[in-house]
């Protein structure tokens, strides 16, 4: 079909420049390929190759004494991790230590950022001072409840004896270890736990808690049908984030007990740390700490199935 005088048709160079222009342009996902590569590469080095060399040593047993000798062993290290009652023993204080502390972790983080959704005199201050316990190191963090936990001088005997009960109790050198470094893992947790919580609630429109008071809901109904739902993915998020951390804990509890009394509080991380540095038995530390990574492996994967693959991002 002829074209009409007076009409101009769009130069054919133009067209092909902007097709040209549009395929030199990058996609979202090669631009954030293309910016990540540095932190790819730098992961590689800095995580892939101490990876590579923990399985090289748990495949060999390695002597100091009268020369440094490495053979290659196999997969005994691993056989004899399994055979280690040590080693049983020390995931079972790792799982109980791990569940109380993301329990603790999780209620009274949640408890924190309700708090603070409030409308509260001096707020900025008291979220500063609240946000405070995780700038604390873990080695500070020991020292300071190993000092609260001992008898005669700690603060629980304190609180015992004007309660009237023995105050003589010593909570670092009894059964109830666990529960205090659960406790002390808990206070420097939490706070981040709660500023995310709270970063979350923030979303929620506030019409819909005007629409809950129409309704007489409760306060338990206000919580379950209108703040529940949008922080559930958070709550999701972080229980694996405090699982991961509890499980990999080793300054706080090195500081605060030791391992002990006896191995009450000895956590596979410090089992591991005694084989190998202690003890300079590197193959079977080596081993023992790739059974505590398929063990966080396999409790986030758990974690995933029975409620993170229910819950989606609002």
Not at 118 to 134: N, V
Not at 252 to 265: D, N, R, W, Y
Request: glycine residues 8%.
């Amino acid at each position: 079909m002829a074209s009409e005088p007076g009409l101009v048709r769009p130069a054919a160079p133009l067209d092909r420049q902007a097709r040209t222009r549009r395929t030199r342009e990058l996609s979202d996902g090669h631009f954030a390929l293309l910016i990540g590569l540095p932190v790819i590469a730098f992961l590689i080095a800095v995580v892939g190759y101490p990876l590579i060399y923990s399985i090289w040593m748990s495949l060999h047993k390695i002597v100091f004494f009268g020369g440094y000798r490495a053979t290659f062993a196999g997969l005994d290290n691993y056989a004899s991790v399994l055979h280690d009652e040590q080693f049983w023993w020390s995931t079972w204080v790792t799982i109980r230590f791990t569940i109380e502390s993301v329990l603790l972790t999780m209620v009274l983080g949640l408890l924190i950022a309700l708090l603070l959704n409030r409308r509260l005199m001096l707020g900025g201050l008291i979220r500063t001072l609240i946000f405070l316990p995780w700038c604390v190191s873990l080695y500070g963090a020991g020292l300071m409840f190993a000092y609260l936990a001992r008898s005669q001088t700690g603060l629980g005997t304190a609180i015992l004896g004007l309660l009237g009960i023995d105050a003589t109790t010593d909570f670092l050198s009894g059964s109830s270890i666990i529960e205090v470094l659960a406790i002390g893992n808990a206070w420097t947790m939490a706070p981040l736990v709660a500023m995310f919580i709270l970063a979350n609630l923030k979303t929620i429109p506030t019409r819909l808690y005007d629409l809950a008071a129409i309704d007489r809901l409760s306060a338990f109904e206000t919580f379950r049908y209108v703040t529940l739902p949008p922080i559930r993915f958070s709550l999701f998020v972080f229980t694996s984030i405090t699982t991961v951390l509890s499980m990999k804990l080793f300054d706080f509890i090195f500081v605060l007990s030791g391992g002990g009394p006896g191995t009450a509080s000895a956590t596979l991380t410090y089992q591991v740390y005694k084989r190998s540095f202690k003890e300079l038995n590197l193959g079977l530390g080596s081993a023992m700490s790739f059974y505590l990574l398929f063990l966080i492996i396999g409790s986030t994967l758990l974690l995933f199935l029975l409620w993170g693959r229910k819950e989606k991002p609002l």
